[in-house]
């Protein structure tokens, strides 16, 4: 049974670099075509894309975050670490990690959600 | 401006069938590349509803359908029930900017 949580701080200054770590179970990154993905939605708006991390260590990032955002993966640990540099006002939203199966290019588990306040 | 467009909202009484479109270009839905669905309940992380176009993930009632043709796909709800209130987002890839993109959301209220 797969399973994601993510984790970290519910409250960041303005230009601050944010470090979020998404914890998994019931599946390994190591397996082939398997990724783990990252999107934001702030309050009230739409989902956005931010970062995905397939199992080959192959990174893609949103062309409008590309500077400041950055995932890496701890394949013994079952984690996969979000960083986004110079927080604003803007990024304030709730981050979800998610699970793109090695056969689809979808989400098909994702994470509670981590709610994230940008203040200055 | 998202670049999949969907209806800001929907809305239809128990029962009746809606349909909330998610519209593309050519750099996505319109170069072939799969569309799928999500339903955000209030409060709630995005469920996977639709993928690969059409499919159901189990559990999804056969009450929810997806198809798709040119730069355009649709999601189809018949026998609406109140707790299929919520927003629905759409998802595919695009070419162009080489990587996920999500439409806007469409809210659907059951009246």
């Known amino acids: 049974q797969i399973a994601l949580k993510e984790s970290g701080p519910t409250l960041v200054k303005t230009t601050e670099t944010l470090t979020l770590t998404c914890s998994f179970s019931?599946?390994?990154?190591?397996?082939?075509?398997?990724?783990v993905g990252w999107i934001r939605q702030p309050p009230g708006k739409a989902l956005e894309w931010l970062a995905l991390i397939y199992w080959d260590d192959d990174k893609r990032y949103s062309p409008s975050l590309r500077s400041r955002v950055a995932v890496t993966k701890d394949t013994s640990k079952n984690q996969v670490v979000l960083t986004l540099t110079n927080m604003g006002p803007v990024d304030t939203a709730t981050y979800y990690c998610?699970?793109?199966?090695?056969?689809?290019?979808?989400?098909?588990?994702w994470g509670q959600g981590t709610l994230v306040t940008v203040s200055s | 401006q998202s670049v999949l467009t969907q209806p800001p909202s929907v809305s239809g009484a128990p029962g009746q069938r809606v349909t909330i479109s998610c519209t593309g270009s050519?750099?996505?839905?319109?170069?072939?590349?799969?569309v799928h669905w999500y339903q955000q309940l209030p409060g709630t992380a995005p469920k996977l509803l639709i993928y690969?176009?059409?499919n159901r993930p189990s559990g999804v009632p056969d009450r929810f359908s997806g198809s798709k043709s040119g730069t355009s796909a649709s999601l189809a709800i018949t026998g609406l029930q109140a707790e299929d209130e919520a927003d629905y987002y759409c998802q595919s890839y695009d070419s162009s900017l080489r990587g996920v993109v999500f439409g806007g959301g469409t809210k659907l209220t059951v009246l």
């Open positions: 019931g599946f390994s990154l190591s397996s082939r075509g398997m990724g």
């Open positions: 690969f176009n059409n």
């Open positions: 050519s750099s996505n839905i319109g170069a072939g590349y799969d």
């Open positions: 998610a699970h793109r199966p090695g056969a689809g290019t979808w989400f098909d588990y």
